[in-house]
Antibody
Framework: EVQLVESGGGLVKPGGSLRLSCAAS????????MNWVRQAPGKGLEWVSS????????YYAESVKDRFTISRDNSKNSLYLQMNSLRAEDTAVYYC????????WGQGTLVTVSS | DIQMTQSPSSLSASVGDRVSITCQAS??????LNWYQQKPGKAPKLLIF???NLEPGVPSRFSGSESGTHFTFTISSLQPEDIATYYC?????????FGQGTKLEIK
């Protein structure tokens, strides 16, 4: 089955760190650009970051630049998001998505930043 | 950044109605526009890509069109299972940006 499964979310204090993971299956992971998109509670969708197939190119939203780091391990069919210096406004469901088309989404993992 | 102005923000219609949602891009994005459906508690689902192409498996009552920087999403005959929030999204340039969403309800 073609799917993406996120993990690693949870409750963290402001200033803390968290690492999200996304496990891909059912397709050739290394052939696709991958992305993270988030959705704050009751709000719309916000693109967070993208990484090219070979990890040569990484892009970030201004709101997370210098705090978040996207990476991937094609040998493990996995995508990651290292989140540092977390703020209350980073509270959201984080989705792993495939390709420029965002044609495949995981179920999401909730990150809550609160003291 | 490219701004995507989506309207209306909410819409109430009856089963069988024709429903349309529009999205205006702040600059030329060619046809690099997607439409997504999101049901409560679920991840968004891609319905239409490249402005007018139906994703495989998506019912044909869904369609999309474009006119310059103006994009329209249409449901030809609203069904109860279409109750959801719909988003447009451009992928012409990074950062990818989304419309604000349209919450569709049944009258």
């Amino acid at each position: 089955e073609v799917q993406l499964v996120e993990s690693g979310g949870g409750l963290v204090k402001p200033g803390g760190s968290l690492r999200l993971s996304c496990a891909a299956s059912g397709f050739t992971f290394s052939s696709y650009t991958m992305n993270w998109v988030r959705q704050a509670p009751g709000k719309g969708l916000e693109w967070v970051s993208s990484i090219s197939r070979g990890s040569n190119h990484k892009y970030y939203a201004e709101s997370v630049k210098d705090r978040f780091t996207i990476s991937r391990d094609n040998s493990k069919n996995s995508l990651y998001l290292q989140m540092n210096s977390l703020r209350a406004e980073d509270t959201a469901v984080y989705y792993c998505t495939r390709d420029r088309l965002l044609d495949l989404w995981g179920q999401g993992t909730l990150v809550t930043v609160s003291s | 950044d490219i701004q995507m102005t989506q309207s209306p923000s909410s819409l109430s219609a009856s089963v069988g109605d024709r429903v349309s949602i529009t999205c205006q891009a702040s600059q030329d994005i060619a046809n690099y526009l997607n439409w997504y459906q999101q049901k409560p508690g679920k991840a968004p689902k891609l319905l239409i890509f490249d402005a007018s192409n139906l994703e495989p498996g998506v019912p044909s009552r869904f369609s999309g069109s474009e006119s310059g920087t103006h994009f329209t999403f249409t449901i030809s005959s609203l069904q109860p299972e279409d109750i959801a929030t719909y988003y447009c999204q451009q992928y012409a340039n990074l950062p990818y940006t989304f419309g604000q969403g349209t919450k569709l309800e049944i009258k």
